[in-house]
């Protein structure tokens, strides 16, 4: 598993991996299924937490298909953005550290 940006601030938590997973794929939506395959994070955990994503808004219903809901990152949060904000600063502090040593 890879140490990210935005993992390395904030630790490794479940909500952490979900939202660092959900960042690097903001323009796509995924079932819950999905997200927890692709953070990494057990299906129940996510589903402790997923309503309260949900109800803050910085995740969005997009569709259904068959029985599945489908989500993404509510990208017009102001929240949201500044996360994603965050995650690119990080990205290229982190290039530009490496640049030097190199």
Do not use: C
């Amino acid at each position: 598993m890879k140490i990210t940006s935005i993992k390395k601030l904030f630790g490794n938590s479940p909500k952490v991996r979900v939202l660092d997973f959900l960042i690097d794929n903001h323009f796509f939506d995924f079932p819950m299924t999905e997200i927890a395959k692709g953070s990494n994070v057990s299906y129940n955990s996510i589903k402790s937490f997923f309503k309260d994503f949900i109800k803050s808004g910085i995740l969005i219903k997009t569709r259904k298909i068959g029985k599945s809901d489908y989500y993404q990152l509510n990208m017009s949060n102001l929240f949201v953005k500044n996360l994603v904000k965050l995650d690119w600063m990080l990205i290229k502090r982190n290039l530009n550290e490496e640049l030097i040593i190199e």
